[in-house]
């Protein structure tokens, strides 16, 4: 247990953690509305799905160079530029709900905009956040900063589908879960505002060479680190294929038959599983990660199928409880195998591949999940997605890539 809670005695890492919490939670309300506003305004799963292309194009096109910027620039000044900006994108989208002006290819352009600025935010924030502790509370720090972002998953969806159906009606209602999320990316320009850096410290430093040779090693690390490349490959598969805000609103209003407020509830059981998970990683301090993310995706597929199958909200959110356990355990192990694999001076490099597999396959399985959706209906896409993670989890389920470890 003490070892779970290492992270929390550095004051800088609880500035974080506060800040990371606070920002993820507007995000969430936000992507709620985002997903749920598109679907009322073009009643297309496929118009729905193409938001997540309009962010995973920016973030693949340029996660890479973000870590490498990561690791010449300083990390909180990073921050503060691209956190200043999303915060500015989502004021203006507001005030054009407000003014009765939003058009759905306004979203299109927020989705765009926050992915290119993601692309740079994420590989700086993961690096900043493990130069905040000691090595040996890397695990700690990677679990906490989970938590943050699963807890806000459990009640900003809550929070954004609640800021809808009580927005005060007509289209300016759909204005208040933008607002939302401009004030909580103050949390995190405070928090970076009270830490306390040491100039010489390992985050601040600049890394040699030109950008492509910054980006061409990161990416030699990991396709010589066999558990962290199985890792991410298998990431990228569950990010096609796995479960995403597409399907569940999708499935939420045509297969359910709830509201808002109803998605807001299934996407925060999927937050409360993620939590509990999370704070079981706090208590296990888990080592054997290859063998956890393995046995963890594997359930994961069985629970995607059940919850393909389901009619019932109820039911759903339990089962969505199920999948965000088995997902946080998951992400929770990839991410701790990351930092701890990883030099400081590759840091940025190295977590910009492991954003450019979960932020660049997720939206893209957005996009994957509203075509499939369209032609076979939401709950058979959900089917097959479960199919084929199951598929590749049996293909790494090997002796040697486990051995590799």
Known sequence: MRGGFQALRSRNYVL?????????????????AVSWILYELTGSPLLLGLAGLARAAPTIALALIGGAVADRLPRRAML???????????????????????????????????????????????????????????????TF????????????????????????GGAGSYALPFWINAVCFTGMLTA??????????????????????????????????????????LEIVSGLFGHNITLITIIAKDVIGTDAQGLGWMMSGLGAGGLCAMLFMVVAQLRRHMHVILSAGAVYAVILAAFALSHWLALSVVLLFLLGTCDGIWGVNRNTLAQTAVPDNLRGRIMSVVVLTTRGSAPLGRLQAGFVADLVGASVATLIGAA??????????????VEAE
């Open 145 to 168: 900063n989970a938590i943050a972002v699963r807890f806000s998953m459990l009640i900003g969806p809550s929070i954004g589908g609640a800021a809808l159906a009580y927005g005060g």
């Open 16 to 32: 974080y953690f506060f800040g990371q919490f606070t920002s993820q939670t507007g995000a969430w309300v936000e992507q709620t």
């Open 388 to 401: 084929v993670i199951a598929a590749a989890i049996a293909n790494w389920w090997g002796v040697r890539t």
């Open 80 to 142: 503060y530029c691209t956190e200043s900006l999303m915060f500015a994108n989502s004021l203006v989208i507001g005030l054009l709900a407000w003014g009765g002006r939003l058009e759905y290819w306004h979203l299109y352009v927020l989705s765009f905009v926050n992915g290119t600025l993601g692309a740079f935010s994420v590989p700086a924030r993961q690096a900043l956040f493990a130069g905040l502790v000691p090595r040996e509370a890397v695990q700690s720090a990677v």
């Open 192 to 233: 970076l505002a009270a830490m306390r850096l040491p100039p010489g410290a390992p985050h601040a430093q600049a890394a040699p060479g030109t950008l492509w040779q910054g980006m061409k090693e990161g990416l030699q690390f990991v396709w010589g680190h066999t558990p962290l490349r199985v890792a991410l490959a």
